[in-house]
Every structure is written in C-alpha cells, then in structure tokens.
T-cell receptor
C-alpha cells in the first residue's frame, strides 16, 4: 500500500518564477495538508484541502495557493518565488476531517531551492 | 495561540544509554500532542500521540512519552538508544481531534555516539 507520494523530489528555480508541487495521498485518505519546513526548523502549516476546497490556512501570503482534485490528489503552487521560499515542502494526508483520532501521514517532501 | 518549545536543539547520547527529549507546549484547552521523527531525506514518521486517557503513552520503536498537564510538558523517553535512533525529533500540538493544523517545535537533533 503506497503511502503519500510527492513530486518532484528536488527542484531548482530562480527568483520570480512559479512552481507547482504535486501530492498523492495515501490510499483511503481524502484530506490533504501542506507544510513548509525551512532548514533547521519545524514544519509550518500552509493549508488544508478537503472536498476540493481550502478548509484552513496558515500564515502564508496569497502567493501560496493550492488545489485538490476529485481523486483527492493535490497541488501546491507558489508564485513570484523569493529566496526565502527555499524549503522542504511536505504533504500530509489523513482519513478525513470528521474521522476520529486523526493522524497525519507525511510524504518524503519536495526540496525547493530558489536561486 | 498554540506554541511548542523544544529547549534542546542538539543532544548527543551514547549507544545503550537512556534518552529524554523535552517538549513544552502552550495551549489553553486540552491539547492533542504528537512526537514525530525525521531521518535525513525522509518525511515525518509518527512515533506516538496523546489524545486523552492514560498520560503515559507507548509508541513505536520502544519510545514512550508522558503528558504532564501541570507542567505543560510532553517529554519523550527511551530506556536504551540504538545507533539507528539518530534523527531529528519533533514535538507537535493540535487544536482539536481531527485537526490538520499541527504546530511543531523547532526540533531536537539526536546524535548517537558508538
């Protein structure tokens, strides 16, 4: 049973460019959230998607946007990249907002470097 | 606002020794607490969680943690560490059961001396 899969694994962009990161949730999970982990820091919550809608959002600018598809997979888009956007982007899935004992399953992440 | 503090950025212990990683949280209501481990190049793996009930929780890989409400702490322990335990450990707090928004601490990097 595949867990959470993310692509690409690594990518390099330049300032001002746009990037799209992709995530497939674990089988049976329908809720996806995204986290940003800067070097030497803990992950920070970006947003959560359920039923193709953004349900919660952390303290991130509008340059960060997302989407969830009918098959529950998700994309994270970042526009007008800044050097400070360099980080590991983690996707996490769970069985659903309304399920009990909700535990997140994390993917291995996408490492973004902005030059 | 919720917050998590892991006072120790880096800890070194000898293989076979005991381990305790500290975690303090700030949250007004009953917290939902987690410990995750991250190996280099890997995502986060859940070690254990506390939602309610017994304040001493057992996790995978021989880890345990104790919730102490009076001290706002949720320290992680292991009686005997192995070289394979070298990794980054993160404590996290969630607002409500089922919440996706976890607040993480800065992490504690664990090094094991042979």
């Amino acid at each position: 049973d595949a867990g959470v899969t993310q692509s690409p694994t690594h990518l390099i962009k330049t300032r001002g460019q746009q990037v799209t990161l992709r995530c497939s949730p674990k089988s049976g999970h329908d809720t996806v959230s995204w986290y940003q982990q800067a070097l030497g820091q803990g992950p920070q919550f970006i947003f959560q998607y359920y039923e193709e809608e953004e349900r919660q959002r952390g303290n991130f600018p509008d340059r960060f946007s997302g989407h969830q598809f009918p098959n529950y997979s998700s994309e994270l888009n970042v526009n007008a990249l800044l050097l400070g956007d360099s980080a590991l982007y983690l996707c996490a899935s769970s069985p659903g907002i309304h399920s009990g004992a909700n535990v997140l399953t994390f993917g291995a992440g996408s490492r973004l470097t902005v030059l | 606002a919720q917050s998590v503090t892991q006072p120790d950025i880096h800890i070194t212990v000898s293989e076979g020794a005991s381990l305790e990683l500290r975690c303090n949280y700030s949250y007004g209501a009953t917290p939902y607490l987690f410990w995750y481990v991250q190996s280099p190049g890997q995502g986060l793996q859940l070690l254990l969680k506390y939602f309610s009930g017994d304040t001493l929780v057992q996790g995978i890989k021989g880890f345990e943690a104790e919730f102490k409400r009076s001290q706002s702490s949720f320290n992680l322990r292991k009686p005997t560490v192995h070289w394979s335990d070298a990794a980054e450990y993160f404590c996290a707090v969630g607002k409500i059961q089922g919440a996706q928004k976890l607040v993480f601490g800065q992490g504690t990097r664990l090094t094991i001396n042979p």
